[in-house]
Each structure stands twice: as C-alpha cells, then as structure tokens.
C-alpha cells in the first residue's frame, strides 16, 4: 500500500509556503504529520494534565465555537486555565491550517475544540463508540449531508508518550468493501428517526452510507485485522492533521492531546471530486445529498 503519511519536517504554526503536493495528499485522504511541532504548554498549565479533570459523565472536555467550556470537572481558575489552554490551541490549529491550506480560509465552519485527558487503553466503550477499532468518522445523531471534517491532533504528553494510531486503505478501497454490505437508504426512515430526535436532522443518504462504513468497519473483526493497515505513533511534541472522515484510523494509546475539528463544504476544496460524498456517489451512480 502506498505511504498513508506525509511527513512536514516544519517547526513553526505558520507554515512559510502552500504546497501542491501536501494539499492533493491530504485531499486524497492521507495524514500530514508535524514529528517537531509542540504545542508548549505554560509551567502553570502543566497541572491541568491530570486525567480527574475531566468530567467523569462525558467523554473529553471541549471548547465549544462561542468559547464555552464544556466537561471539566475543577474550580472557576482552573476552569479559566483549561479555557485559555485549549483557546490558544484553537489558534494555532487555525493558523496552521489556514497557512497549510489557504483556499480554505474563508470556507471553514469552526466546531468544537477537545482536550482529552484519559489514558487511552483504559476506556470502556461499546464497539459503536470504540475508537479503537478502524473507522472513518460519521455521527449518528448528527447528519452533515457531506460537509468535510478536518482535524488537527497534537500530542502534548509531557512524559514523552506517543500517541499510537492505526492507519488504514485509502477511502475508495474500504468504500468498494463496505458499500455492498450497506443497507439500503429509505428515506422515510430517515424522517422517523428526526421526528423520534433520534437525530438532529434528516439523514440524507450520504449520512446514511457513511455511517454503514463506519459500522462495517468497526463491526467486522477479521476486517480490523486483515485491512491494510500501518501502526503509527504520534511523537509527544507532534501534530497531525486529516480528513478523519475519509482516512481510515484507529487509536490504540496514549495520553493527553488536543484536537480541534474544522467543517468545510466539499465545493470549496482544491478538488471536490476526492471528497467521500463524491467517491461514493461514483460508485453508487447517482447523488447522495
Ligand atoms: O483519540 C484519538 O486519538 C482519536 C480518536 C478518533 O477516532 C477521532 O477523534 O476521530
Ligand atoms: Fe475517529
């Protein structure tokens, strides 16, 4: 299998110059990797890496696109502290992203920014929810008719753990394995489930299909095993970026990193005919949203 990973041996948030190469990789569903590219954090930050600090009844604590934080259990300063740290993380995402990929700069939708505390291999969790396992993203309860997610990982470990992903085929492969497995879309279904709230709005049948590949990746054991894959650890100290609708990914360990997850429309991209709505819609033969 080709490399999945395209690595950028830059140090700075603001990368000097766009390139070509790196944006049609990315587009194609491969992960930039920054192996030098810390996130420092400041000495008072340094105690809100402790796993207690999340919320117990939620999964990460997150930042959401107005500036509330969300899932942090603590007092009013270290609320404020955990605040301040994942907002200043949002602006490096940002700036390196829109350096990285200048197209988009006015195309993006800002959406949450997480912190995830908890230790990887200890979280307990329904194979749906598991993230351990292969998977492309899609939410259950929120459709997106085809709106991209674009992600920024930084690995701020401070004892040096890396963070392991598993990475892997290119979308079309696991889209030509899953696809005829997929049930069938019906459309009033999918207008039960928003009137029961089941989700926040109508599934198109884009949301319908992405979700069948989730749940046939995550589903099908001896496809996690036998699926073109490679085991990456993310240095402490590193960032990556992808399309984590479209890369197949899975996350075996770790502690302690950032994300922050950006929306963009697949008509803004450099070439809308890599998204998955448009791979899917080939193979299908007709339009999905
Ligand atoms: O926690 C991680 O490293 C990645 C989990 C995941 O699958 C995701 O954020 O989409
Ligand atoms: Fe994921």
Not at 136 to 145: I, L, Q
Not at 160 to 168: A, D, F, H, Q
């Amino acid at each position: 299998m080709e490399s999945q990973i395209i690595e950028i041996d830059v140090a700075d948030w603001q990368v000097a110059n766009s390139n070509p190469a790196r944006i049609a990789g990315l587009e194609a569903g491969k992960v930039l990797y920054f192996p030098h590219l810390p996130f420092a954090l400041l000495p008072e930050e340094r105690g809100l890496l402790r796993p207690d600090i999340r919320d117990p009844k939620v999964r990460n604590i997150s930042l959401d696109a107005a500036g509330h934080l969300k899932g942090a259990s603590g007092d009013t300063a270290t609320q404020l502290a955990l605040a301040l740290m994942i907002g200043r993380f949002r602006s490096h995402a940002q700036s390196l992203v829109h350096s990285l990929l200048p197209k988009y700069k006015d195309a993006l939708r800002l959406a949450p920014t997480s912190f995830r505390p908890t230790q990887v291999e200890t979280r307990a969790q329904s194979w749906r929810a598991d993230d351990r396992r292969l998977h492309v993203d899609a939410f259950p309860s929120r459709p997106n008719y085809g709106e991209r997610i674009l992600r920024v990982f930084s690995n701020v470990n401070p004892d040096g753990v890396p963070r392991v992903w598993r990475i892997g085929e290119p979308f079309e492969t696991v889209a030509k394995k899953f696809l005829p497995r997929a049930k069938p879309y019906i459309s009033w279904q999918a207008s039960l489930m928003k009137t029961l709230h089941i989700t926040k709005s109508c599934r198109s049948e884009y949301d319908h299909l992405m979700l069948q590949l989730h749940d046939g990746m995550k589903g099908d054991m001896s496809y996690q095993e036998s699926a073109d894959q490679i085991t990456m650890p993310f240095a402490a100290g590193s960032v990556w970026v992808c399309f984590s609708d479209q890369a197949s990914h899975a996350v075996m360990s770790g502690q302690y990193m950032l994300e922050q997850t950006l929306h963009l429309a697949p008509e803004q991209q450099y070439d809308p005919q890599s998204s998955p709505q448009a791979i899917l819609a080939r193979l299908v033969g007709h339009p999905l949203v």
